[in-house]
T-cell receptor, first 112, second 114 residues
Framework: DAKTTQPTSMDCAEGRAANLPCNHS???????VYWYRQIHSQGPQYIIH???NNETNEMASLIITEDRKSSTLILPHATLRDTAVYYC?????????????FGTGTLLAVQP | KAGVTQTPRYLIKTRGQQVTLSCSPI?????VSWYQQTPGQGLQFLFE???????NKGNFPGRFSGRQFSNSRSEMNVSTLELGDSALYLC?????????????FGSGTRLTVV
């Protein structure tokens, strides 16, 4: 699975959009980009994933660059409850293994 | 729809003892994975089960083992506990063998070894 690089921490004002970047320059053609978040003392929560097209769901949007070497998770209107560690994971979708390799993630602090 | 249920939520054990943790996946989910989370090492993959078979194993000693039952419920066992085994143990389930759907994690079992 490709390695990802994320900033250690970010701040965002409540009500503003939070844009969390992720670099995955060694991504392969069949690898998906997944985003999870973990609120303190809870299990990680799946947010969104994509292959090469931009994706949107009720929680967030995922923008993947055309060369797929980086992506951005967008929380359109951040709230205090979005304060969490956000993990960007790149892995093959499908196959004989469902192992997720978590990096250190980005601690997003939403400020009132 | 019930989520992933892990029991117990908290556990205190003494060094040298063994412990069994339980995970009930979402109904219909056949893939169950286990992770260990510590402040120093972060989230680390332990093993994954699909249809009662272990498909993948992380880099942990043989003291860590698991199994999956025909109803997809899973247990993990840690024998001869060490202080370093103190951690949050998380279980995740997925709809099918593929990871297209994303995982649903439980709230975890916090194990403290004294």
């Amino acid at each position: 699975d490709a390695k990802t690089t994320q900033p250690t921490s970010m701040d965002c004002a409540e009500g503003r959009a939070a844009n969390l970047p992720c670099n995955h320059s060694t991504i392969s053609g069949n690898e998906y980009v997944y985003w999870y978040r973990q609120i303190h003392s809870q299990g990680p929560q799946y947010i969104i994933h994509g292959l090469k097209n931009n994706e949107t769901n009720e929680m967030a949007s995922l923008i993947i660059t055309e060369d797929r070497k980086s992506s951005t998770l967008i929380l359109p209107h951040a709230t205090l409850r979005d304060t969490a560690v956000y993990y960007c994971i790149v892995r093959v979708g499908g196959g004989a293994t469902n192992k997720l390799i978590f990096g250190t993630g980005t601690l997003l602090a939403v400020q009132p | 729809k019930a989520g992933v249920t892990q029991t117990p939520r908290y556990l205190i054990k003494t060094r040298g003892q063994q412990v069994t943790l339980s995970c009930s996946p979402i109904s219909g989910h056949r893939s169950v994975s286990w992770y260990q989370q510590t402040p120093g090492q972060g989230l680390q993959f332990l093993f994954e089960y699909f249809s009662e078979t272990q498909r993948n194993k992380g880099n942990f000693p043989g003291r860590f083992s698991g199994r999956q039952f025909s109803n997809s419920r899973s247990e993990m066992n840690v024998s001869t506990l060490e202080l370093g085994d103190s951690a949050l143990y998380l279980c995740a389930s997925s709809l099918a063998g593929e990871a297209y759907y994303g995982y649903t994690f439980g709230s975890g079992t916090r194990l403290t070894v004294v």
